[in-house]
């Protein structure tokens, strides 16, 4: 990667990010994903329609009524879901007609929060991303979130009167190491003692819970309440705002676009990213080539978990401003199936992220207006993620012809880590 | 058949001085710590009462009073002698029975230093251990079924939460059998799914895992808030009763210990002994074996591969959609969302501790739950001990073993990949 490639071969080495993407993409075709994210849709749309008590009430007199009912309730399901999550465009048009500034904010609300959402599940999704590169399956992202919020509050609240050009950027760094620790263990256990990084990934999220429920009814816990929850942080530690309330929109979107150009960059751009995607690929090509898969190993873990880590501090630090103990989110999970969605590659996953966030606000809306509870998201989640590591059943429902080279399977390895 | 299982079995008990020696200094170490932790402060004269008969029960037994020094040191001074002499001559293939034996020593000195001055149930303690050691245990054992078969199964906890929910709704609407049967069949089904993504489609079986676990949870607390929270008669499906085995529950002290209980506590004995015995002295144990083992070699010998993994995959979630039900039908009588609450993990750490079998899964669902039960009393007594780091114990155990510092673990060779035929 560093000598200097022969002439006829600049311009394929300068690409941009898009060109890579769709290079990286194109082998498994495009179509693969939005089918996927169409039938995850279908589905969770049909489990609606089951599980709604007047499509029962209905069935007993006519089933074909039923079947009507059915759709109408995963429509008006969607429709709630759709005006949640992006807004509703009469009203929207209508508070621009009228100029009133409260009126635009509360009408663009929907899509400030699903940025709002969006942003801890691109942090969380490039943590699990840059894990697949280098052949390792960080599942203990909700750990390392937990660790990083818990870092990061800390060192919102405790620290005062240094400005905020300061005490921001430390602040989030200190979570985005608080992450990095807790991907560091099973790193370092996997690259020394070969101890699996899923299990101990897994051992390390639960690890992870324990401690924060001590620290929270114990050394963190707000001086004043009853309650596991943190004094609230610094004004100077918060990830600022553009917008008046209720847009909660704040910065910590455009530093998770900017992490995910730098994790770009390092994944495709330098000799250390090299390394990393060979040891990910092929791990006898790497240590043929003399690379230090140990180093790369420890580094790529805590790296991983150190993105998980911003995730967290991303919350405490732009959404909550301090940390209660029911915090756990389900990003640990859900980020495993953005990493795949976006076939661990850092622009996929914003997409991805964008999709995911989208939902999740669009679902807090729709529990509210179409009283369908935010889990059927979870629903739709699990059946995109089970389309998209599978492709083989997306491509016999929709009749697709398999692809002519060997498709990249999605990082099948051993349990033994050897 | 049985020969050959037998050679396998013994092959693998061999002791490196290394590890002796480490286990040696593992023994001394727990010693000093008794000493420095739970000898020294304690004022010469103060007893200790544990009480032998959990509450309720009618065997009873006079207390056990004790001074609490004496005992103390006495387990510090055998433990060091025990870690003399495995220093020196080595227990050799007894080695793990005494390090257990050095670890209830620990554990005695711990409740003995705790109860200092005042008194403990310990009958009680063991009774919720193994009350609580009974989720995670049949959890293992799923594990066990999966992954001796070389198929990884972290959906466990996704397959007991389905389990849960499903056993209290049909247990509400029917009755407690036909709910327990409907848990286990609830099990069955989403073990299919895992079987086709991972063994079929051949998918990662981790993310098979996680599109399962992501999916019950989704499921079941969308059909609670939708329906069993708004609905009482819907989630009240009532629990299986105790019963007492005659004869053996009047065994002073064990008896109301283990033989008291209801049908989930007895059907993790009899798989326990039926799991081993299918397992080590069956063809179709040995099946299932070599297929996680060498899957290519049991294939050449003509065994299916496929629909043997299938098969043990299915009954591992249904013993997952059995203990699952525990939670609604066996302990609590009510469904609540993700109720589970990591119980399926730590079964697969129990799975991990208790080296893929059934008896070692039993013995680590023990240590798991007792590291539970005991941390619920920890606040009673007093020991200033926060029960969180209690609670963390069976995590950072197993990671201790899997990085193979007293001994690695035997995990099927297999484990993970899917079979590709050719």
């Known amino acids: 990667m560093t000598e200097k490639p022969a002439p006829e071969e600049n311009r394929e080495v300068k690409q941009s990010a898009l060109q890579i993407f769709i290079e990286e993409t194109m082998g498994v075709s495009f179509l693969i994903p939005l089918l996927a994210i169409l039938t995850g849709l279908i589905l969770g749309g049909i489990f609606i329609a089951i599980t709604s008590e007047q499509v029962y009430a209905t069935w007993r007199d006519s089933p074909l009524l039923a079947i009507q009912t059915g759709f109408g309730e995963a429509w008006s399901a969607y429709r709630a879901l759709f005006i949640g999550a992006i807004g509703d465009p009469a009203r929207i048009i209508a508070a621009l007609q009228s100029g009133d500034a409260a009126a635009i904010r509360s009408a663009f609300n929907p899509i400030s929060d699903s940025l709002v959402q969006t942003t801890p599940y691109i942090f969380a999704g490039l943590a699990v991303a840059l894990g697949f590169r280098a052949g390792l399956f960080n599942i203990g992202a909700e750990g390392q979130l937990f660790m990083g919020a818990i870092f990061a509050v800390y060192a919102g609240y405790s620290i005062k009167g240094l400005p905020t050009v300061i005490h921001l950027p430390l602040a989030f760094l200190i979570g985005a190491i608080g992450g990095g620790l807790w991907g560091f263990i099973p790193g370092l256990l996997k690259a020394k003692t070969g101890g699996h990084e899923v299990i101990n990934t897994i051992m390390m999220n639960y690890i992870a819970f324990r401690l924060s429920e001590y620290l929270l009814r114990g050394p963190l816990q707000r001086p004043d309440s009853f309650n596991p929850i943190t004094p609230f942080v610094e004004l100077s530690a918060r990830l600022p705002k553009f917008f008046a309330d209720p847009l909660r929109f704040h910065l910590g979107f455009f530093v998770a676009l900017g992490v995910a150009y730098l994790v770009y960059w390092l994944l495709f751009k330098t000799r250390w990213g090299f390394d990393l995607r060979t040891v990910g690929n092929s791990p006898n090509a790497a240590r043929y080539a003399g690379m230090n898969i140990v180093m790369v190993t420890i580094v790529a873990m805590s790296l991983s978990g150190a993105l998980a880590g911003m995730a967290g501090a991303n919350e405490v630090l732009g959404v909550n401003y301090n940390l209660a103990l029911a915090f756990s989110s389900g990003y640990g999970f859900d980020s495993i199936a953005l990493a795949l969605l976006g076939k661990s590659h850092p622009l996929g996953v914003v997409l991805a992220s964008l999709l995911f966030g989208t939902l999740r606000a669009g679902a807090i809306q729709m529990q509210v207006s179409a009283g369908i509870p935010i889990d059927i998201i979870s629903v739709v989640q699990a059946l995109i993620l089970a389309f998209i590591a599978a492709p083989a059943i997306i491509r016999t429902i929709y009749r697709l012809r398999a692809p002519s080279v060997a498709e990249e399977g999605v990082f099948v390895r051993g349990w033994g880590g050897d | ?422």
Not at chain 2, 115 to 125: D, R
Not at chain 2, 243 to 253: A, Q, R, V
Not at chain 2, 301 to 310: A, Q
Not at chain 2, 353 to 376: V, Y
Request: charged letters at 10%; a positive charge.
């Open chain 2, 1 to 422: 058949m049985a020969t050959s299982t037998t050679t396998l079995e013994r092959a693998r008990v061999y002791v490196s001085p290394t590890r002796q020696r480490v286990f040696g200094i593992v023994f001394l170490a727990l010693a000093i710590a008794i000493w420095l932790l739970f000898a020294r402060g304690l004022e010469p004269g103060t007893t200790t009462t544990f009480r032998l008969t959990p509450g309720g029960s009618s065997v009873t037994l006079p207390n056990w009073e004790f001074t609490t020094s004496t005992a103390v040191y006495l387990a510090a001074v055998f433990s060091a002698a025990l870690g003399g002499y495995q220093l020196a001559l080595g227990f050799k293939k007894r080695t793990e029975l005494v390090l257990g034996l050095v670890a209830g020593l620990f554990i005695f000195a711990f409740l003995a230093w705790a109860a200092a001055g005042t008194s403990l149930n310990v009958a009680g303690l063991l009774r919720s251990t193994l009350l609580r050691a009974v989720p995670i245990t049949l959890g293992a054992f799923s594990g066990v079924l999966c992954e001796r078969a070389g198929v990884v199964n972290i959906a466990i906890e996704g397959m007991m939460l389905t389990g849960a929910m499903v056993g209290a709704l049909v247990g509400s609407v029917t009755n407690l059998w036909i709910g327990l049967l409907a848990a286990i069949l609830a099990g069955a089904i989403l073990a299919l799914v895992h079987a086709v993504l991972s063994i079929t489609y051949k998918t990662d079986q981790i993310v098979s895992g996680t599109v399962i676990n992501i999916f019950a949870i989704g499921m079941t607390s969308y059909i609670s808030a939708k329906f069993m929270q708004r609905y009482q008669a819907l989630n009240n499906p009532g629990i299986f009763s105790d019963f007492e085995i005659p004869l053996l529950s009047k065994i002073p002290f064990l008896g109301p210990i283990l033989f008291d209980h209801n049908i989930f506590v007895y059907a993790l004995f009899v798989f326990m002994v039926v799991l081993h015995l299918a397992l080590f002295y069956t063809r179709w144990g040995l099946r299932v074996r070599s297929v996680g083992e060498h899957p290519k070699a049991a294939d050449t010998l003509g065994i299916n591969v496929f629909r043997t993994r299938y098969m043990s995959v299915i009954l591992g979630g249904m013993m997952a959609g059995f203990g699952g039900a525990y939670f609604t039908l066996g302990s609590v009588g009510r469904f609540d969302e993700v109720m589970t609450a990591g119980r399926g993990f730590i079964g697969l750490a129990a799975m991990i501790f208790g080296n893929w079998t059934p008896f070692g899964s039993f013995g680590a669902g023990m240590l798991f739950g007792f590291a539970d039960s005991l941390a619920s009393k920890i606040a009673i007594l007093g020991v200033p001990i926060p029960s969180e780091f209690l609670l963390m114990a069976p995590y950072v155990a197993t990671m201790i073993v899997l990085a193979g510092i007293v001994g690695r673990g035997h995990m099927p060779a297999a484990d993970g990949q899917p079979y590709e035929k050719e």
